[in-house]
């Protein structure tokens, strides 16, 4: 804090930029016509050149409404880009239970299931294989989670 180095500084500037020019935008919220959820989730693989954490990501729309978004850094260090994708959709899935309930206790009736949309292959044919792999007992916890939320 005493002494940043130029490289943190100058993001410092750049985020302040960035957020002056940008004052003006804001969230557009429309009455949706039907009632589905819609999340997309990302993760940076060892994105933290200092730590090597991972940073996920990820949006939630009410059909063209964005309702919930996040970006985090990890607390532990994924050991793939698998691992760091899987731990995305795990985050984003519990948001999806919760807001399910929410949807449900306001007597809001969801047309379609909520659909979730990721980027990496190796992660969604790990949630379609049912067989777990020496290579996957690390994310067991997870895996199980979303399974029982898909069924």
């Not at 190796?122 to 996957?136: C, D, G, R, Y």
Request: aromatic share 12%.
């Amino acid at each position: 804090m005493q002494r940043p180095l130029l490289t943190r500084w100058q993001a410092v500037k750049r985020i302040l930029r960035y957020t002056s020019g940008t004052s003006d935008f804001g969230l557009h919220l429309t009455k949706p016509l039907s009632y589905e959820l819609t999340a997309y989730c990302d993760a940076d693989w060892a994105s933290d050149p200092d730590d090597r954490k991972s940073t996920l990501g990820f949006t939630i729309f009410f059909r063209s409404n964005l309702v919930a978004w996040k970006s985090k850094k990890q607390q532990i260090i994924s050991r793939s880009s698998t691992e760091a994708e899987y731990r995305s959709v795990a985050n984003v899935t519990a948001k999806l239970t919760w807001l399910h309930y929410l949807f449900s206790e306001l007597h809001i009736r969801m047309s379609l299931p909520p659909i979730i949309w990721c980027d990496n292959l190796s992660t969604i044919m790990l949630i379609q294989n049912h067989v777990l792999h020496a290579k996957t007992k690390h994310i067991e916890l997870d895996l199980y989670f979303f399974r029982e939320k898909i069924l």
